[in-house]
């Protein structure tokens, strides 16, 4: 025990429950950002009705990543926090708004095109704020004597922008092959339309970011192409390129579940294509994991509850997963 | 200087504001989970059918609440961090694994059954989602106990140590840092007030639905259930919320100074002050009401005990005294009223006339609320009395804040204001709809169904389902 390298293993525990929050509220987020384009009615009844009983629960994951960050690094939560603060702001009152209005929709079908709207605006305002705070972790936070020492919009720049649009358009994929796979008829035919384009512009996305990223430190191009690590680095770009065929390939032939997955796959090598760049750093470009960490006794606490604890999470979030699985139909679940 | 002290100002005001409408939703959440869970069980306990719509009627106001507290949660897990960053840093490593277990114990448990609970009644059998129900009320505990924990660290710190980067870290067990010295106090006096808040809003509710009908068999049985925690959990209430005062007493005593206004030092036995107007500029409580001698009578279980005053302590350890006075006042206020209710209804029901009194009724609608405006007033009693500290004694509020301008503090403020102001004004107005719609037999499930679906309407396409059938025999008995 003495010798295990606690801040490696919360890193890693983190990333996790980021991507986990990435992978299921990505496709929640995005059938909030894609139902205005679904013909309001049963097309858009199902689509709602489709992530109804997951949603809170994914938006868990989104706690445990804030929380998480708290309590394992708390430097870099007090750091990411005050510098990326108007995002902040604007994703929790986003998912303020979206949360509340999927209660509302089916409670007051008169004003149900008002609370739609309130469902696409808040879904679409959160993601582009999560997708902006990757930009700005990645172009760099300015860190004097352990504190954020820049103003309150140094995070805004073109490469920001670009990583927000790149997640709104990502999730936007995710929310359309979810819907493949959980709705049939109409419903399904749109999403499919919509997946195919929506495909073609996550990958010009995913390559957009990926080309800027080496540019904004000389310590990413060293990372991504440097001997002998490009060796690994290489596989990246060429998964990426392997999901994309295997996507349209699925798309092309009509498959439910397998534009799902090769969407989450290109979620999950972009994710693993930050982690490279801003590994071992926690804030870049000063600070790293080992910095940021909490005490030994802190991250080992936790650490101990959550070895245990997380693979019940699993099994029981993979339950009530199981208890809504196969189509919506047009009455809900019921 | 002047503009630092501003922005945190502001920042306090933001967080007391969103930390205050979020506890409105788990105050009722808590009680509300664990009434589902009671209604479940007497249904496949008894298998009438009365109590299988009361579930559903209450399920549907549940699921609403439980969705404002989740996101107005959220907000907070991320405050944290944008409002109060020093705090974050230096306190994080004690705070933060605590609020880390709150994650991983409860809000999973509560999210991940909430779905099977809210929409899956047709889905499993009714064993399993009595054990769903069962999860989500486990789950709302659990968090209760986590983050009044990690609250009452706050307010009384034990356990730690001080490290050379000036964080708190663990000093002997993490045990000395959970159970700290007020936790179980505060533990047991604000999951009981969640429950009491409860179960006046619901009896409040079916004291509504009495005056229009008094036969609602639904209604009655809401009623008279509210009414017998009211009897029995208010009294606990008192002496729990006694002993939690004798706790604070010991580890703040200028908490207590501020909350019963004893300016001066008392020393042949403390008055106790009804009413007044304190002024902290003199030190005085004008056109004050006291009872001689009562003062010590509560705080010490003696008349003639001294007490100290606020006189004794620097001006600058004081917390903004009329305050925590007021809200003292309001929240021990509404505890004698409820108990006054109780003891009403004890009588009506003993002249077999519970459902048959519209006073009393009245009076139950009008205390419908009082629960939240309690909870309320004591959650401020207790933190506006912890200034002006955030760790009590050890790290001041003004040290504890982010380096934000107080423009940018102003601007989110203001969006917070108007975004709550709307969409819980809203939730609050959807939840006062259902209340008033009266309980009814074949009661449907939380409405994620389309109402234009073809050809059917929920109602009739939930007919044939178990739990509604046996809310089919739901009549007047």
């Known amino acids: 025990m003495e010798n295990l390298d606690l801040p490696l293993i919360w890193a890693g525990l983190i990333c996790f429950a980021i991507f986990a929050y990435v992978v299921l509220d990505g496709f929640d987020l995005g059938v909030g950002i894609l139902s205005p384009v679904l013909d309001p009615g049963t097309e858009r009844d199902q689509a709602i009705n489709s992530i109804a009983p997951f949603w809170d629960g994914n938006e868990t994951w989104l706690v445990m990543g804030g929380g998480g960050l708290l309590a394992v690094f708390p430097l870099a939560y007090a750091i990411i926090l005050p510098a990326t603060y108007p995002l902040m702001i604007a994703m929790l009152l986003g998912l303020v708004f979206r949360g509340a209005a999927f209660e509302f929709r089916w409670r007051d079908p008169a004003h149900q095109p008002l609370w739609d709207l309130v469902i696409t605006v808040g879904s679409t305002v959160a993601a582009l704020a999560q997708g902006i705070t990757i930009g700005a972790i990645l172009q760099g936070i300015e860190v004097e004597n352990n504190a954020y020492a820049g103003g309150w919009l140094d995070w805004l720049s073109p490469f920001s922008i670009l990583t927000g649009i790149s997640v709104v358009i990502g999730y936007a994929l995710l929310g359309a092959t979810w819907l493949i796979r959980k709705t049939e008829g109409g419903c399904q035919r749109h999403a499919h339309r919509l997946a195919y384009w929506l495909a073609i512009a996550t990958v010009l996305a995913l390559v957009a970011v990926s080309a800027a990223t080496p540019f904004l430190y000389t310590d990413y191009w060293y990372r991504w192409f440097e001997m002998p690590q490009v060796l690994w680095t290489a596989q990246v770009p060429l998964l990426v390129a392997i999901c994309t065929g295997v996507l349209f390939w699925s798309l092309k032939k009509g498959h439910e579940l397998l534009p799902f997955l090769m969407a989450l796959a290109l979620f999950l090598l972009g994710f693993v294509g930050l982690c490279i760049s801003i590994f071992p750093n926690m804030v870049p470009p000063s600070i790293s994991l080992w910095e940021a960490a909490a005490p030994r006794d802190s991250q080992l606490f936790l650490l101990v509850g959550a070895v245990f604890i997380i693979p019940v999470i699993l099994g029981y979030t993979g339950w009530a997963y199981w208890v809504f699985r196969g189509k919506v139909g047009t009455e809900g679940y019921h | ?477």
């Not at chain 2, 609970?117 to 486990?138: D, E, S």
């Not at chain 2, 993490?174 to 936790?183: L, T």
């Open chain 2, 1 to 477: 200087m002047f503009e630092q002290l501003d922005a945190v100002f502001l920042a306090r005001v933001q967080f007391a504001f969103t930390v205050s409408f979020h506890f409105i939703f788990p105050a009722f959440s808590i009680g509300l989970a664990s009434y589902l869970m009671v209604l479940e069980g007497l249904w496949l306990k008894t298998g009438r059918g009365v109590y299988a719509n009361l579930y559903r009627y209450w399920l549907k106001i549940f699921a609403v609440g439980f969705g404002m507290g989740v996101v107005s949660g959220i907000v907070l897990s991320y405050q944290f961090g944008t409002n109060w960053s020093e705090f974050s840093h230096r306190a994080g490593p004690i705070i933060g694994p605590l609020m880390g277990y709150e994650v991983i114990t409860a809000f999973f448990l509560e999210a991940g059954f909430l779905g099977v609970m809210l929409f899956g009644i047709n889905k499993v059998g009714k064993r399993l989602h009595f054990f769903a129900t069962c999860m989500v009320a486990l789950g709302t505990f659990v968090s209760a106990f986590w983050i009044l924990s990690v609250n009452s660290w706050m307010q009384t710190p034990a356990g730690y140590e001080i490290n050379e980067q000036g964080q708190f870290i663990v000093g002997g067990s993490w045990w000395d840092v959970i159970f700290n010295p007020s936790f179980p106090y505060r533990l047991v006096h604000t999951v009981t007030a969640a429950y009491l808040t409860t179960a006046f809003a619901v009896g409040g509710v079916g004291a509504w639905h009495l005056l229009r009908d008094r036969n609602n068999i639904g209604a009655r049985k809401m009623f008279s259930m509210a009414m017998w925690m009211a009897v029995l959990v208010t009294p606990v209430q008192i002496f729990v919320g006694d002993l939690h005062g004798l706790n604070t007493l010991e580890h703040q005593p200028v908490k207590v100074l501020a909350m019963e206004g004893d300016f001066e030092p008392s020393p042949d036995g403390a008055p106790l002050i009804l009413f007044g107007l304190p002024d902290e500029e003199s030190a005085t409580v004008r056109y004050k009401v006291a009872i001689p001698k009562l003062g010590s009578l509560v705080l010490k279980h003696d008349p003639n005990a001294p007490l100290p005053g606020l006189t004794d302590y620097p001006r600058e350890e004081w917390p903004p005294v009329a305050v925590v006075f007021w809200s003292f006042r309001v929240m021990v206020a509404i505890g004698f009223a409820m108990l006054a209710l109780g003891l009403w209804s004890l009588v009506a029901r003993h002249r077999k006339r519970l459902y048959q009194s519209p006073a009393l009724h009245r009076a139950a609608v009008l205390m419908g609320p009082a629960g939240f405006v309690a909870v309320i007033a004591g959650w401020i009693t207790t933190e506006v009395g912890r200034q002006p500290y955030t760790v009590y004694g050890l790290m001041k509020t003004v040290d504890s804040a982010s380096p934000l301008d107080a423009p940018a503090v102003a601007t989110s403020l203001i969006a917070f204001i108007a975004v709550y102001s709307a969409i819980f004004g809203m939730g609050i107005y959807y939840l006062l709809r259902m209340m008033a719609n009266p309980p009814h037999r074949g009661e449907t499930a939380p409405p994620n169904v389309p109402t234009h679906a073809a050809g059917i309407t929920p109602a009739s396409s939930l007919e044939a389902t178990n739990l509604n059938q046996a809310g089919g025999s739901h009549g007047k008995s």
